[in-house]
C-alpha cells in the first residue's frame, strides 16, 4: 500500500467529521449565512498568502530540479486561481481590505511555516498535502450533491471539484509517494503525524469560520 493511501485511512475518521460539520454542510445546500462565507473567504486570502510561501520554501529545499519546479508551479497555480475567485466574490460580497487571522488561522499558518523551514522536506511536503487533498475531497463529495445551479456558492465548489484542480492533486499525491518511497521508517511516521495533524488544522479553519472566531483578549 502506497504512503498516500496509508495517511488516508489513519486519517479518515477526521475526513469524515470535515464532510459533516455546519460549514460544509450549509455550503453544499446553499443555506451558509453569507457572513460566514465572507469571514471564511477573509481567512482563506490570508491563509492562501502564506500558503504560497510554504510551498516556494519546500520547492526551494528539493533535490531535484523536476521537484523544485513542481512546487514553485503549485505555489504559483494556487495563488493564481484562488485569487482569481477571491476577487470574483469580492465583486459580489465584498471583502476586508485587511484581515487580521484568528487563531486557528495562525496556528495553520505558523505550523506549515515551521514545517517547511525546519523539517525533513519529506515531513514539510506531508504536512501541506492535505491542503489539497482534503480540499479536493470535499469539493468532490459536495458537487456530487448539487440538485441545482442556483447554490450561491456554486464558483467554490466548481473550482475545487474542477479537472484543474484534480490534476494538481494527483500530481501532489504522486511526488509524496515518490519522496516517501526513499525515506526510513522513523521519517514516514514523523509524515504520518505531520499529514494527520495539518487535517485536524483544516477541521479547525472551517469551524473558526463557521463560528467568525475572534481573539478572546
Known sequence: MKWSEQAWERTKPIYNKILTMPFNTELS???????????????????????????STIGGRMQN??????????????????????????VEFGLPDKVEPTPSTLLYT?????????ANVEVAAAAVLPCFWIYKAVGDYIFARQTSGQNPYK???DMYAGVEFAAAVEKT???????????????????????????????MFWDSAYRQEKWEI
Open 29 to 55: 445546500n446553499g443555506t451558509l449565512p453569507k457572513e460566514k462565507f465572507i469571514f471564511y473567504l477573509a481567512q482563506d486570502a490570508y491563509y492562501l498568502f502564506e500558503f504560497g510561501r510554504t510551498l
Open 65 to 90: 530540479a523536476e521537484l523544485v519546479l513542481a512546487y514553485s508551479g503549485f505555489s504559483t497555480g494556487a495563488i493564481v486561481a484562488e485569487q482569481r475567485l477571491h476577487e470574483s466574490y469580492f
Open 110 to 118: 505558523n505550523y506549515i511555516l515551521n514545517q517547511a523551514a525546519y
Open 155 to 157: 464558483r467554490w465548489i
Open 173 to 203: 499525491i504522486g511526488i509524496i509517494d515518490q519522496l516517501a518511497a526513499n525515506a526510513n521508517a522513523e521519517t514516514l511516521e514523523k509524515m504520518f503525524v505531520a499529514f494527520e495533524m495539518a487535517t485536524r488544522l483544516e477541521w
